[in-house]
């Protein structure tokens, strides 16, 4: 148990320590310059600036004892050699293969897998090429315009993203649209501008039985035939992603026209195997490829760089660092980058489902917190929102800041702005503003003081992509991937199953035969129950006014 580890002990001791500290006297003088150098790592064109937090030299030495004695390393050699890491379920988790190539040779649970992998990398690039060629045509003819993919969860969030950021790098493709939500607000207000016959849906879902992903591809389908698509006319227009055939046969979609993948492609590390189809399309295959190079690349120095310049090594350190030893219970995601805005909302799903749990591989319990909240917007629009907050709170939130050194946008003198303001916040955490400093500005109102004084020693991570491309971005994905992984090893969480999304799903099935009136009450806690009858009585009273 990771918590009965002398490195865990040592921390915890070590951390009482921390509260008597603050970071601004570690940038006084000369030590300054020495904790900026030292506190720095890069890879990948990456670079982390990790000096703003709170760690010494001792406290990364402890950490970094902490993942030798928690054998994160052998966790992360098992998970590459496709062991059956997802233990619940007895699958590997081998996301690597999806962005290597057939000769790095890699097998899941010893079944070699790298030809699989490119026969569907070619079946996408065919595919993606046909429809931004114009070859792909819909029911009369003309070529497609707009894709709609739908599906939810790992089956949205990644595509969503990395089509919003990629959306000016790729040249003339179809418009893309996502829908996720069984509100029928989703579909409709996405369907309603488009034309069917110009119009490519993809069905995207592991399990082709979630219920948000199968009514809107049902509603989808009706609306072609009400537009005047014949049934016959629908092989044009949907295709699947899926390791589902029989249930994507079922639905009526030509299994030719079937992306498959993989049991051991986690839904929320999907994005690079076949659910990948809708950025393939959107930015163009070679693109998408170069995506892929760039995990690949993180992939290689998660696997070899020594682990005090392991890049997802230290953040999934410092998480845990945060959030078990200093009691952070969230973690603010800020990109000082527009075509970032999607990120937050993909990692979310990508830590907390992956270690937002209680029980640890061995079935005991974790007993030192597992996955913060996490959370954020673009900067700087947060800064006008909530980092009054996170200055003047009274909740620790380590915040991490993402930027690119080249600009995304050629408009003149937005991206300087756009840094300086990424660059002051984090200082401001960092060093605060003391009432000295607040009369030395002339304040003399004393009643004023307190409200201007900033504590500081407000912790960040601040991370630098070259540039915002295809390459880039899959670097700083897959490191996002990893760190992950790096967290749930230091807790021993089986990052890979998500039981906790099922009694949900459970108690909705009949809730909703009774609110459609085919089913009697079912037992129910009283609110519940209450909330039914009330759901029931505004349904009678709208049919009885139509
Ligand atoms: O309910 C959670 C979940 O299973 C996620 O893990 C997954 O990414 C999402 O639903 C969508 O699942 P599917 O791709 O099978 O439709």
């Known amino acids: 148990m990771t918590t009965t580890l002398p490195a865990w002990q040592a921390l915890r001791a070590h951390a009482e320590t921390m509260h008597h500290t603050h970071m601004r006297d570690w940038f006084d003088g000369p030590h300054g310059l020495a904790r900026a150098d030292r506190f720095i790592a890069e890879a990948c064109g990456l670079t982390l600036d990790y000096a703003k937090n709170r760690i010494t030299g001792e406290t990364l030495q402890l950490l970094l004892d902490l993942a030798a004695q928690a054998r994160v390393c052998e966790r992360r050699d098992a998970m590459f050699a496709g062991e059956p890491v997802n233990t619940t379920e007895h699958r590997a988790a081998l996301h690597v293969a999806l962005r290597a190539y057939p000769e790095d040779g890699y097998r899941a649970l010893g079944m070699p897998v790298g030809e699989d992998v490119a026969a569907v990398l070619g079946q996408m690039e065919r595919f993606a090429d046909a429809v ?140 690079w195997s076949a659910v990948g189809l809708s950025i393939a399309v959107a930015v163009g295959f070679a693109r998408f490829r170069k995506l892929l190079d760039g995990a690949r690349a993180m992939d290689l120095h998660f696997a070899s760089a020594p682990a005090a310049q392991n890049l997802p090594m230290l953040l999934g350190l410092l998480d845990v660092w945060y959030r078990s030893f200093l009691g952070a219970g969230s973690r603010c995601v800020a990109p000082y980058c527009e075509p970032l805005e999607l990120l937050p909302a993909f990692l979310q799903q990508l830590e907390m489902e992956s270690n937002g749990k209680s029980v640890r591989l061995d079935g005991g319990s974790i007993q030192a917190g597992s996955a913060p909240v996490v959370w954020g917007t673009t900067g700087t629009n947060g800064q006008h929102a909530y980092f009054q907050m996170m200055h003047q709170g009274s909740q620790l939130v380590p915040v991490d800041f993402i930027a690119t050194l080249e600009p995304v946008s050629d408009l003149p003198g937005h991206h300087t702005k756009l840094l300086a303001n990424c660059f002051a916040q984090g200082e401001a955490l960092l060093r605060g503003r003391t009432a000295a400093e607040v009369r030395s500005e002339g304040v003399s109102d004393e009643a004023l003081v307190p409200h201007l004084v900033f504590e500081g020693n407000r912790p960040s991570n601040t991370l630098l992509l070259r540039r915002l491309d295809p390459w880039h971005l899959g670097a700083l994905l897959a490191l996002a991937e990893h760190r992950t992984f790096v967290q749930g090893a230091l807790w021993q969480i089986n990052s890979f199953d998500q039981w906790g999304v099922e009694l949900g799903k459970k108690l909705a099935a009949p809730i909703q035969r009774e609110l459609e009136g085919t089913a009697a009450a079912a037992p129910h806690d009283a609110s519940t129950a209450a909330l039914i009858r009330r759901a029931q009585a505004a349904q009678s009273a709208q049919s009885a006014a139509a």
């Not at 369907?191 to 039985?209: H, Q």
């Open 132 to 271: 931004r060629s114009g070859a792909w045509t819909g029911f009369d003819g003309r070529a497609i315009t707009d894709v709609v993919n739908i599906g939810i969860g790992g089956s949205d969030l990644g595509p969503r993203m990395v089509c919003r950021a990629l959306a000016s790098a790729g040249s003339a493709g179809p418009r893309m649209h996502f829908v996720a939500n069984v509100d029928g607000s989703d579909l409709a207000r996405t369907l309603a501008p488009l034309d069917a016959a110009t119009t490519l849906v993809i069905v995207c879902s592991k399990t082709f039985t979630t219920l948000e992903t199968m009514a809107n591809a049902g509603t989808a389908r009706d609306w072609f035939v009400q537009q005047g698509a014949s049934r016959a006319d629908l092989a044009r227009h949907f295709v699947a992603v899926s390791t589902n055939r029989d249930a994507v046969a079922a639905f009526g979609i030509d299994p030719a026209n079937m992306f498959p993948f993989w049991d051991w492609v986690g839904g929320r590390f999907s994005l």
